[in-house]
């Protein structure tokens, strides 16, 4: 079975009704989680820690939906970078 890596992570948003970050340089990588379930405990902590600031949100980026193992390699993965 494969790795399903899940992504914590969050900021200060431009506004409650938007998704883009307010300043990227300042974005909060809580982690890299192997299963959903402990990326979502992950993010739950961080949203109740926050919940009191409006325009911080934390996200859970399913990482392992972004390399398909079956697809060709990238130019970059070719190079070896």
Do not use: C, N
Not at 29 to 49: C, H, L, T
């Amino acid at each position: 079975m494969a790795q399903r890596l899940h992504l914590v992570f969050g900021g200060e948003l431009v506004s409650t009704g938007a998704t883009t970050f307010k300043d990227v340089s300042k974005i909060h990588v809580v982690g890299i989680f192997p299963d959903y379930a402990s990326a979502y405990r992950a993010w739950k902590s961080e949203a109740q820690r926050t919940v009191d600031d409006a325009q911080t949100r934390y996200f859970i980026a399913h990482l392992h939906r972004l390399r398909d193992e079956a697809a060709a390699a990238s130019a970059t993965e070719e190079l070896g970078a």
